[in-house]
């Protein structure tokens, strides 16, 4: 499916993103549409998982309902923040390029997006993936959003609306990241 929408010429994002801007991450609690190859390869080719063992040791699901749990949508917490104060400066949808190939979308040649790595929880079956298949952390972090579906960048003082309303939401927002100068990347560290 598609959805299209409109918008105001003056309230199109990306607008006025500067150094010491805060990306905020929201849950994405599956692997959602992307990396669907990768995962048939790793569990039914190579390791031979039943679907409807457990999705991991211990897990109360089975690797099947883990793999169809649906996607999460974003616009609702996004027009509720938008009906707030908080200066949105730029969004993006975490998807298949994982979170470094998709921020990179809204940045200029002057700024870089510095995502800091272990400041948000990733859902278990991406480490069930990452140790099933022997992926490396690059890979991973290339094909799959890791837990991180959506983010909002936004100055300091309109963290703490964001957060709010996503908890208002049921969605839960982590502080993962920076704007700062540089050249036009993202960047995990």
Known sequence: GTATGVVERDRILPQRLSAGDVIIGFDS???RANGYTLVRDTF????????NGPAWAGADVTLGEELIRPSVLYSPVMQSIFATDADVHACAHITG????????RVLNSELDATISRGTWSIPEIF????REGNI?????EKVFN???????????DSVSTVEEVCAEHNRTAFRIGEITNGTGRAVLQ
């Open 29 to 31: 609690p599956g692997i």
């Open 44 to 51: 039914l080719k190579k390791a031979k998982r039943d679907l």
């Open 127 to 130: 480490n069930e993936i990452q």
């Open 146 to 156: 890791l837990g991180i579906g959506y983010v909002c960048i936004v100055p300091e």
């Open 136 to 140: 490396a952390d690059s890979e991973m």
């Open 97 to 104: 390029g994982g979170l470094a190939g998709n921020i990179v």
